[in-house]
């Protein structure tokens, strides 16, 4: 896994399957990850759950500026909606 060799090369590749998954399942329009994650979060077109979580990712902290300490492990499953 990527995260062993490299925790922010880890954290960017988790950024851009984001990135990818809120294009292209919850076709936002903005090009930025945070104004994607406002833009989902303000439509309410996902379930609550999944609004805290996204909500959570960016509390106080933007993605160029985000540290990797801030980002957890997640199981096998843990990342399907």
Known sequence: MVLNDSPKASAALSRR????????????KSKNLADQIDEVIGSGSVPPHIQGELDAIWRGKTPARASVATLRAVGPFEGSL
């Open 17 to 28: 399957c984001l990135q990818a998954i809120l294009r292209d399942i919850a076709k936002t």
